[in-house]
């Protein structure tokens, strides 16, 4: 429906349900600053690139977009079983467990969702759509927390917020900052005056940063424009391996 927060009870986030490890290895990010499956945006690319693999794959549009709710590999396994790449046959004769109601009605419904899309007047009638999103791009050159700049540009943390639905609670309330380098949405012709406020509020320190997996010292550095010393020395991590979930104090 449209809903960048949708959660389902397997774990799959976002518009697109994307799954953590299916996730990650479409490039999208995910943790304690951001979770990229609820950017519909950045979603959307990796979705796209998910069918195009699919459907290069599999050799079928049909046979991918159904892979996308199934798995690659069930249909691989309905393609050798059956012996055919009939998207038609395979959901009226393939038989598994896990190629039930779901999955096995995955493909019409995205038929009838096609349709209606490009139908909407005549089941809908007169339509009046959203304006195309518009917005500035902004890169931050400073740790900064999302709550300050916004009281201070006069900008609302819920429009902030909405425009940039992958940043964590966390973030958008200011608890954490935002780290250097990180892209973010802003109303349209305000990128300049963001990001020069940006650059007058102070630096607050100490605050404290979650590990992710597969994060090491030097980048979570980067990520707040921070000498690996000074993290290094707050945290006595001389000769420690860092673990997820550890909570790391940072300060300059």
């Known amino acids: 429906m449209?809903?960048?927060?949708?959660?389902?009870?397997?774990?799959a986030r976002g518009i697109w349900q994307f799954m953590r490890g299916t996730?990650?290895?479409?490039?999208?990010?995910?943790?304690?600053?951001?979770?990229?499956?609820?950017?519909?945006?950045?979603?959307?690319?990796?979705?796209?690139?998910?069918?195009?693999?699919?459907?290069?794959?599999?050799?079928?549009?049909?046979?991918a977009v159904n892979a996308y709710n199934t798995g690659r590999g069930r249909m691989n396994q309905a393609v050798a079983r059956m012996g055919t790449t009939n998207?038609?046959?395979?959901?009226?004769?393939?038989?598994?467990?896990?190629?039930?109601?779901?999955?096995?009605?995955?493909?019409?419904?995205?038929?009838?969702?096609?349709?209606?899309?490009?139908?909407?007047?005549?089941?809908?009638?007169?339509?009046?759509?959203?304006?195309?999103l518009k917005y500035d791009l902004v890169q931050t050159g400073y740790p900064v927390?999302?709550?300050?700049?916004?009281?201070?540009?006069?900008?609302?943390?819920?429009?902030?917020?909405?425009?940039?639905?992958?940043y964590t609670?966390?973030?958008?309330?200011?608890?954490?900052?935002?780290?250097v380098g990180s892209e973010l949405r802003v109303p349209e012709k305000k990128g300049e005056f963001f990001l020069a406020y940006c650059a007058r509020v102070p630096q607050t320190y100490p605050f404290w940063h979650i590990v992710e997996d597969g994060e090491t010292v030097q980048e979570i550095a980067a990520m707040y424009n921070i000498p690996v010393a000074s993290i290094l020395r707050a945290n006595k991590l001389a000769g420690k391996r860092l673990h997820p979930g550890q909570e790391i104090r940072i300060q300059k």
């Open 87 to 132: 998207i038609g046959t395979i959901v009226k004769y393939f038989e598994h467990p896990a190629y039930g109601f779901a999955s096995r009605n995955f493909y019409l419904e995205f038929l009838a969702a096609m349709d209606v899309a490009k139908n909407c007047h005549r089941y809908f009638g007169a339509i009046r759509f959203d304006p195309p």
């Open 23 to 63: 996730a990650k290895i479409y490039g999208l990010r995910m943790n304690s600053i951001v979770d990229e499956r609820a950017d519909p945006i950045r979603a959307t690319y990796a979705a796209a690139n998910m069918l195009r693999n699919d459907y290069e794959h599999l050799g079928s549009w049909p046979l």
């Open 145 to 166: 927390r999302l709550s300050e700049v916004a009281a201070g540009t006069g900008i609302p943390i819920e429009t902030i917020a909405e425009m940039n639905p992958a």
């Open 2 to 11: 449209f809903n960048p927060a949708a959660n389902s009870s397997a774990g």
């Open 169 to 179: 609670p966390a973030v958008t309330a200011g608890k954490l900052p935002l780290p």
